[in-house]
């Protein structure tokens, strides 16, 4: 009987999270590798990565863990967080997120694990959902037009900052910002000012603004101390001088206050966090950005628009220029590329759920509990200095400051400390009556009677000037004042996400983009209330779990990258690269090297490299590639020379962009050593390294990690991400700082708004690296590199595949050349668009190389859904044989009326193909159809006929 006995270890493994997340068993593949030619995976990886840098150490990490034992951990970990009621403001507010929204959309897959809408057709619902959110934007500011996101109000004030410059004709250097702006926005608006030789003058706006000659005003609405002022002046004089007002707005406020687009601001930016979005300890949160109508072409980040599909119906569309960066470089305006999606969602969901009616209502009732609670400490004999406001109060505590201080934190509250005298506080949509009676006893302290909330309510005056007040209408389309049932809310959510293609569904094979599982159990503590109802600004003590948590991440990816430290704050990559080309630009200053300002970066780079290198005030110098894709070794050395006595760095993708791991990497990072210059390795495909070969250790200064690609936090549909940076001990000192953490100021500038960034979805990253340990980490990139090999195996004999390494072998990600059958008339748009009929997400078109679609099918997808794939491609393949035969035209071809909507294939059919080759072209579709809800859609027209908000509800009849 013992011999039969299973031994424990065995029965242990039931919990094995790697096999969850990997997709092929282990008996697929040893069938893959030896298709490939191989009889084990460590004989494969050893013809993939190159010698010189594969690593034979196993990453210094612990074992893998089962889900329950990490939620567990974490669960503890988080118990150490002491959430306390937040009266601190600062851009950072409490808030309810309605249930419905929290679970079907915040906690909802079919949300969370889309992509960014690029294939607008497979889109539909978030494109819709962030209209809704632009619409919000549109009318809370009095604005024109308002983009789908940006990374957090300091960014988006930053960018703000950039764009007065491009659009005023003044000719002044200098940007005014008034000293009543956060803090915070103020320090991340100097750091971008810096490189780009802009000067930032902070002072008084009714007062300094007349002597400083400027191009831009950034004004806060209502101001960091609660004061809420009128800026008609303001914006004449600036108007006067040519300068641009931006004016950052708080959008509660803006349903009762007079919107900047009313008084005359240019710009309007901000938070939607306290529509519905946990604080997080700092993010993530959508920020907005909105402007007048004739400067829309100059707007950074993404905007959705309307336009009109192949039979002539609505449908919508990421508008203008989509990828910016890729397509003007090293002149893009913005380098944001992720951005805040499925927050942005969120908070206009918030809106269209409470509709105009109740966010007035949840204002006002805000705006009461503000004035009663000043109301009562004028009978406590203390003296409000905030004589206009509207959610925040400034109070004269004098000598009694800290005693309140302490009181407050005995009784679980954060109060705002101004200085040794003044405390603030702000209300917010969760304060109650209870609270502000909470509050006087702490003001009146021990043994004092408090005042009668009762009487105080009815005796205080509303504080918002009449001339300030919001006489507008706003939210009245249709989408707002519709949706106010729980049930109603429900089913639009759902109807939205049924319209979309995201992970829940399908493999969605980007390239550089690694889409892949996002586990429900790395997922779970994201809306846990220990992480997230932290404001970012609470005392360390009371951030203990946090701390903690993030220590070990950055510990767990110091060791995944070989580098000596790491920066969580940045919250994308491309934030990242300028956390990282900033930490390069201050080394060289530290070393009185100041002037090395040229950045080489090979053609094939990602569109965020030259931007950001742009904006870190660098000058780009390209790079060549060679036949193979690889970078031209005698190029880089030529140019490496050429600008040796100003060579700041190189910005490398490795494996490269082309998906190779280039052999000649180390002796490219020396020769930049050589000419003094430093090393950027962009890891965005790091996916391909992990436990196989780390960028700290074959010649990486700095590099980027995109949180959301390698390490499992979801796409979010275009956002939320983390980009941290990890720097060899050299660059430490000058990773990015936060004046919160900093009192004496000798840190490094932040590059964003929070000091963690966006705080609250690292326990993603962090539970994923603790449930995979030392030995699933390196599986996962094995896996990933063997899935691509497996994809490009099967493909060759119809596609050709670029660039595969000296013995045919890709990375972790292949090309597919389409441009041979260019001759057909058959375009990567067809191909694309054809996939979706067979219900999937096209791979990444055009980049690096036009022509071609890039394929990154990652670890997570099994044997089974890579061969449905291939079988796809194979099929459209056959499908473009028709043409080349003559049988078809590419214009009456299946491929050029893709994809194929439901409504298609009823009625008359003068198609060249059957119905059923229309929509069921595998016969595995009829099990699992997904139908397009539009017909492809005209870019040019939307382009053309340019509408970034919701349509009048009579263009749907
Ligand atoms: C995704 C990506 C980036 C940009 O990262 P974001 O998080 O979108 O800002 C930069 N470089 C490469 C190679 C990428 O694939």
Not at 12 to 34: C, K, N, V, W, Y
Not at 231 to 252: C, M, N, P, R, S
Not at 437 to 465: K, Q, V
Not at 546 to 573: F, H, K, W
Request: net charge negative.
């Amino acid at each position: 009987m013992a011999e039969n006995r299973v031994p424990f270890e065995q029965l242990e493994q039931h919990a094995d999270f790697i096999e969850r997340h990997i997709g092929p068993s282990d008996a697929d593949q040893q069938t893959m590798l030896a298709e490939l030619g191989f009889d084990s995976m460590d004989a494969f990886i050893g013809k993939v990565v190159p010698e010189a840098i594969l690593s034979h150490e196993p990453l210094a990490l612990g074992d893998a863990r089962s889900e329950a034992e990490v939620l567990d951990e974490l669960s503890r970990i988080a118990s150490q967080n002491k959430v306390f009621k937040s009266f601190i403001g600062m851009g950072y507010y409490n808030t309810h997120t309605p249930t419905v929204i929290l679970r079907n959309l915040l906690e909802n897959p079919a949300w969370y694990t889309a992509y960014t809408p690029y294939q607008p057709e497979i889109s539909q619902g978030r494109l819709e959902a962030l209209l809704n959110f632009q619409t919000m934007i549109c009318d809370l500011t009095g604005l024109e037009i308002a983009n789908a996101s940006l990374l957090d109000e300091a960014t988006a004030a930053a960018e703000a900052m950039t764009f007065c410059q491009r659009v005023s004709k003044s000719k002044s250097k200098t940007f005014f910002v008034s000293r009543e702006c956060l803090p915070q926005t103020i320090d991340v608006v100097r750091t971008r000012a810096e490189p780009i030789g802009v000067e930032v003058v902070v002072g008084d706006h009714r007062t300094d603004l007349d002597q400083c000659d400027c191009f831009g005003v950034l004004l806060q609405y209502p101001a960091v101390d609660g004061d809420v002022h009128d800026y008609a002046d303001t914006v004449a004089k600036a108007h006067a001088k040519q300068a641009l007002v931006v004016v950052a707005a708080d959008l509660l406020a803006l349903t009762l206050l007079k919107p900047p687009g009313e008084f005359g601001a240019d710009v309007a930016v901000g938070s939607a966090q306290r529509f519905g979005v946990p604080m997080g300890y700092g993010g993530p949160h959508a920020a907005y950005f909105a402007t007048r109508d004739a400067n829309k072409r100059l707007m950074p980040g993404r905007v959705v628009g309307v336009s009109i599909d192949s039979h002539g119906n609505k449908a919508y569309r990421l508008a203008l220029q989509t990828r910016e960066q890729h397509i003007r470089r090293e002149k893009a305006t913005s380098n944001v590329c992720t951005a805040q999606v499925l927050l942005a969602n969120i908070a206009g969901m918030y809106a269209a759920y409470h509709g105009p009616k109740a966010l007035k209502t949840i204002a006002q009732r805000v705006h009461r509990l503000t004035c009663a609670f000043a109301h009562g400490l004028g009978k406590l004999d203390f003296q409000v200095s905030t004589a206009a406001y509207f959610d925040t109060v400034t109070v004269r505590t004098g000598e009694r400051t800290q005693a309140i201080h302490a009181a407050a934190r005995t009784r679980s509250i954060n109060l705002r400390e101004i200085d040794d005298a003044t405390l603030g506080l702000s209300f917010d949509e969760t304060t109650t009556r209870f609270d502000v009676e909470t509050l006087w006893e702490i003001f009146a302290g021990e043994g004092r009677a408090i005042p009668s909330f009762a009487a105080c309510e009815t005796a205080a005056d509303d504080r918002i000037p009449a001339a300030l007040s919001r006489t507008s209408e706003y939210l009245t389309h249709p989408v707002f004042n519709t949706h106010h049932s729980e049930t109603q809310m429900l089913r639009y959510l759902r109807s939205l996400s049924d319209k979309d293609l995201a992970l829940d569904r399908t493999m969605i094979p980007l390239g550089s983009c690694t889409m892949k599982l996002n586990a429900t159990t790395e997922m779970i503590p994201v809306t846990w209330k220990e992480f997230g109802g932290m404001h970012p600004f609470a005392p360390l003590e009371q951030a203990q779990g946090y701390q903690a948590m993030i220590r070990e991440l950055e510990d767990m990816l110091v060791a995944c990258t070989g580098y000596d430290a790491v920066s969580l704050q940045p919250n994308a990559g491309s934030q990242g690269e300028y956390a990282g080309l900033l930490a390069i630009r201050a080394y060289h200053k530290s070393r009185g090297e100041a002037h090395r300002n040229i950045c080489l970066i090979p053609s094939s780079a990602h569109g965020t490299n030259p931007a950001t290198a742009h904006m870190a005030g660098m000058q780009v110098v390209v790079v060549q590639c060679d036949e193979r894709g690889n970078v031209d070794v005698a190029d880089l050395k030529a140019k490496a020379e050429k600008h040796a006595a100003d060579l700041a760095a190189i910005m490398i993708t490795y494996p490269s962009t082309h998906g190779v791991f280039e052999a000649e990497v180390r002796e490219i990072c020396d020769i930049v050593h050589k000419h003094g210059g430093q090393v950027y390795i962009d890891g965005a495909n790091m996916n391909a390294m992990v436990g196989l070969c780390a960028p700290g250790k074959f010649g990486g200064d700095v590099s980027h990690l995109n949180l959301h690609k390698t390490f499992c936090i979801p796409h979010g549909g275009g956002g939320p991400g983390v980009g941290p940076i990890g720097v060899k001990s050299h660059l430490a000192p000058f990773l990015p700082g936060h004046h919160m953490l900093d009192k004496a100021g000798d840190a490094a500038a932040p590059v964003c708004a929070a000091p963690w960034g966006s705080a609250s979805i690292l326990p993603i990253s962090w539970t994923y690296i603790k449930l995979m340990g030392r030995q699933g980490l390196k599986q996962a990139s094995q896996v990933a590199i063997l899935n691509a090999n497996y994809i490009a195996k099967h493909l060759a004999p119809h596609y050709p595949i670029l660039y595969a390494g000296e013995n045919g072998i890709v990375a972790h990600e292949c090309i597919v050349d389409l441009r041979p059958l260019k001759d057909t008339g058959i375009t990567v748009d067809d191909v694309a668009k054809r996939l979706m009929d067979f219900g999937f997400h096209a791979p990444t078109m055009s980049f690096p190389v036009p022509g071609t679609l890039m394929i990154e099918p990652t670890e997570s997808e099994s044997k089974e859904e890579l061969d449905r794939f291939c079988d796809a491609m194979i099929a459209i393949r056959e499908e473009i044989r028709a043409i080349e035969n003559g049988a078809v035209t590419a214009d009456d071809s299946v491929l050029r009326h893709a994809p194929h909507t439901a409504m298609d294939l009823v009625g008359e059919w003068g198609r060249s193909y059957t119905r059923e080759q229309a929509a069921f072209p595998v016969a595995s579709l009829r099990n699992n159809k997904y139908w397009p809800p539009v017909g492809r859609i005209d870019n040019v027209y939307g382009d053309r006929n340019l509408v970034c908000a919701c349509p009048p509800m009579s263009d749907y009849e």
